[in-house]
């Protein structure tokens, strides 16, 4: 045996060699086996450290051969990330089934901020009947919740669809005073969550809503309205969530190519107030206001325009002959009847409001006008009646009285057409007028037995020759009753016929004239001068 110095020379002495099974020996051999010289173990050692550098020469290359792959494919243009590559369970990395997210984030601790925005996509519609509007828009809420926190080297985000929504905890945002809503869901729901390694949550929904807009139509259609469209949490008050508008007024965006039929969208903007339920408390109240101003041509051309033809068109019944009583009576009923058309049509595309809007002044004033235009025609018909009535009934009491100073001779004289019968028929024309209708033939008293050959106008167109063969005849000759009515009636149909061949164009002229009452002259300067006046003042009211 060998003690430890022994050994420890052995190793060291090259007197010494190693024996097979682990004993150094002296004499120079192991074993069997021949020295192994210093060269040889040197080589073997300088061959041992070159594989190991070629070796990781090798791995170098590779590695800067994918790198450069990499860069050169769009698809490796930005960082590599863990989060986005991760081959284990989402859950896993948020540690979903780690926290109790019904409670909300920091529970028992301050109000959690819940930021929104909005982006209006478009507005829909606008119904004046059931005084609500139609909005598709982009929700987004903004809040932060460390519980959702997870490792990132590049702090990226994480996105996901409505899928891990129902896992977490999210805001209880909804519409105040809305009547439908639902969010949109071709092809799968249009919900979207981004998580951020901090925590910070990105929650955005794309939602149409229907809800319910106060309108004012007293001035309508020349009226502008304010809609709103009010966002609240359901069930945390003020003392858990604080809802607030995340960049103020530039938190609300709408889309250039938004456009109403009806409508001009004049401005949008934002408030935020608080809101008191007496059962439950204080709620913070976001609103999106936005103001609307109603397109008037649409209705200068269906209403106004229509109503004031129909007004006008009542008026040329004050330039019709009054005794044209059909005429003037289907005129003024079709503008009243049109009128009552107009005042339907509007009122159905309106709600039964219990005040009077500018469209109702505008269309029962033009109602009254044309309603007061047959009520001038029964006026003048009425008045024309009375006054033919009472100069008919002056002419009986003037004629009677004044054939009754008159002696049978002369009688006689005036109504064959003397040339004295015709100085007394202008005597008496002077405070009377004649008028040989059929009423008055039977009053003359006498009528000489003129052949039917000799029967005069009144006029006188025969001579006096003529006349004077009435001395010839007794009074025995004197015809009936009957044959002097006759010749009488026979002597002014004559009159009528000849006088209408004389002069027809000055007749009718005249005619026109005398049948125009005063109340139709005066009626076609009152009528539109007072239309035109309160068209002056209602558009300087309502414009």
């Known amino acids: 045996m060998r003690g430890p110095g022994n050994a420890a020379r052995s190793m060291f002495d090259p007197e010494y060699t190693c024996k097979a099974g682990s004993h150094w020996t002296e004499g120079g051999r192991i074993g069997d086996s021949p020295r192994m010289p210093y060269f040889a173990k040197l080589m073997l ?24 792959v990499h860069k050169a494919s769009p698809i490796y243009k930005k960082n590599h990330d863990m989060t986005k590559t991760r081959t284990g369970k989402t859950e896993q990395l948020l540690r979903v089934d780690d926290h109790d997210f019904t409670m909300r984030p920091a529970f028992g601790g301050p109000a959690i901020p819940v930021g929104v925005d909005v982006q209006v996509e478009s ?37 996901f669809d409505g899928r891990l929504v129902k896992k977490i905890w999210v805001p209880d945002v909804f519409f105040v005073h809305s009547k439908r809503s639902f ?45 709103t469209l009010e966002l609240e949490s359901y069930a945390y008050t003020d003392e858990d969530v604080m809802l607030y508008w995340k960049n103020g007024n530039e938190s609300l965006k709408t889309d250039e190519k938004i456009s109403l039929s009806q409508f001009l969208i004049q401005k949008f903007h934002t408030t935020s107030r608080l809101a008191f339920y007496s059962s439950t408390g204080w709620y913070n109240r976001l609103y999106i206001n936005f103001t609307l101003r109603r397109h008037i041509f649409f209705f200068l051309l269906q209403t106004y325009f229509p109503a004031t033809l129909m007004v006008m068109l009542s008026w040329v019944s004050f330039w019709i002959d009054r005794r044209a009583v059909p005429a ?21 595309s309106m709600p039964r409001v219990s005040y009077i809007k500018a469209v109702d002044i505008y269309l029962w004033v033009s109602f009254v ?8 025609y029964a006026a003048v018909n009425y008045l024309t009646t009375v006054q033919e009535r009472k100069q008919q009934k002056l002419r009986e009491k003037t004629f ?35 008028d040989f209708g059929r009423d008055n033939i039977g009053r003359f008293p006498c009528t000489c037995g003129i052949p039917s050959t ?49 002069g027809l164009k000055g007749h009718v002229s005249l005619r026109i004239m005398q049948n125009t009452h005063a109340i139709d002259n005066y009626s076609r300067i009152i009528f539109p001068g007072t239309y035109i006046f309160f068209n002056l003042i209602y558009w300087s009211v309502f414009c």
């Open 369 to 376: 006008f044309v309603f007061l235009s047959v009520i001038e």
């Open 328 to 348: 003037r009576v289907s005129l003024g009923i079709t503008t009243v009847l049109t009128m009552s058309t107009i005042i339907t049509g509007v009122n159905a």
């Open 123 to 159: 507005l829909d519609s606008i119904s004046e009947v059931d005084m609500d509007f139609t909005m598709t828009l982009y929700l987004r809420h903004y809040w932060k919740d460390e519980r959702l926190s997870f490792p990132s080297h590049t702090n990226k985000s994480m996105t």
């Open 454 to 502: 000799k029967t005069m106008m009144l006029d006188g167109i025969y001579g006096e020759s003529d006349t004077n063969s009435l001395e010839g005849y007794a009074r025995g000759q004197m015809v009936t009753e009957e044959d002097k009515q006759d010749k009488i009636h026979l002597a002014m149909n004559s009159e009528s016929n000849s006088s209408r061949k004389r």
């Open 45 to 68: 050692l300088i061959f041992c450290l070159v594989l190991l550098v070629e070796s990781r020469k090798h791995r170098t290359r590779r590695w800067m051969a994918q790198v450069e």
């Open 400 to 434: 009677q009285a004044e054939t009754k100073a008159l002696t049978p001779q002369k009688q006689e004289l005036m109504i064959v057409g003397t040339t004295e019968g015709r100085k007394l028929k202008s005597e008496l024309g002077k405070s009377a007028t004649w």
């Open 183 to 227: 969010i949109h869901d071709t092809t799968t729901e249009n919900i979207m969550l981004r998580v951020f390694p901090d925590g910070h949550v990105l929650y955005s929904m794309r939602i149409t809503v229907t809800a319910m807009c106060n309108m004012d139509f007293s001035r309508f259609p020349l009226d502008s309205q304010t809609c």
